[in-house]
Nanobody, 115 residues
Framework: QVQLVESGGGLVQAGGSLRLSCAASRSISSIGFMGWFRQAPGKQRERVALLVGGGSPTYADSVKGRFAISRENAKNTVYLQMNSLKPEDTAVYYC?????????WGQGTQVTVSS
């Protein structure tokens, strides 16, 4: 099992930056699938960025070149650096992990981008 706790959300103006953190309750070095998703009001949850195994990160087309996902195994933490934020990035952002075929979610952190 793993518990995930997101932090770092908030209110930011368009063009600004935020860094989200996802702290895991256990070592993430053996967790091969971790990522960030988001859900805007009235919309389905969508994938934002994924780290799968030792491969390169993958991103939704809407955030490519603006967002970057990374992991710091020593701190059991995954980050999402978000730059050049747009109002359409407004959503609740969720951290996700797949461990032993079980899917885990954090509670989410709100990101609001004002125009």
């Amino acid at each position: 099992q793993v518990q995930l706790v997101e932090s770092g959300g908030g209110l930011v103006q368009a063009g600004g930056s935020l860094r989200l953190s996802c702290a895991a309750s256990r070592s993430i070095s053996s967790i091969g699938f971790m990522g960030w998703f988001r859900q805007a009001p009235g919309k389905q949850r969508e994938r934002v960025a994924l780290l799968v195994g030792g491969g390169s990160p993958t991103y939704a087309d809407s955030v490519k070149g603006r967002f970057a996902i990374s992991r710091e195994n020593a701190k059991n933490t995954v980050y999402l650096q978000m730059n050049s934020l747009k109002p359409e990035d407004t959503a609740v952002y969720y951290c996700n992990a797949v461990l032993d075929s079980q899917i885990y979610w954090g509670q989410g952190t709100q990101v609001t981008v004002s125009s």
